[in-house]
Nanobody, 121 residues
Framework: QVQLVESGGGLVQTGGSLRLSCTAS????????MAWYRQPSGKERELVAI???????NYADSVKGRFMISRDNAKNTVYLAMNALKPEDTAVYYC???????????????WGQGTQVTVSS
């Protein structure tokens, strides 16, 4: 089994900063990518940022220049540093990964339980 455990959400004022963490645990052989999605209340889930095993990254246009995704491969952990937060960043943030479990010949997709980020105006 694989588990994703997220932490770091909370309430912050406009212009503030937060850092989210997500650690994947279990019998993991390799990780293709780790990513952060978010889902505002009443809206669809959207990709925020993604980091591949190569180290390459992509960001949603709405967060470019404000958010930074990084990864600690030794710890199977991904981080999302969020700066200059805006009320429109308010959402439940989900960790997502595509990885291969030990002894399994294919990659599977996994999701964390989500962490609430609220930005007050």
């Amino acid at each position: 089994q694989v588990q994703l455990v997220e932490s770091g959400g909370g309430l912050v004022q406009t212009g503030g900063s937060l850092r989210l963490s997500c650690t994947a645990s279990g019998s993991i052989s390799s990780i293709f990518f780790m990513a952060w999605y978010r889902q505002p209340s009443g809206k669809e889930r959207e990709l925020v940022a993604i980091i591949f095993s190569s180290g390459s990254t992509n960001y949603a246009d709405s967060v470019k220049g404000r958010f930074m995704i990084s990864r600690d491969n030794a710890k199977n952990t991904v981080y999302l540093a969020m700066n200059a937060l805006k009320p429109e960043d308010t959402a439940v943030y989900y960790c997502n990964t595509k990885l291969r479990r030990t002894g399994i010949p294919y990659f599977d997709n996994y999701w964390g339980q989500g962490t609430q980020v609220t930005v007050s105006s």
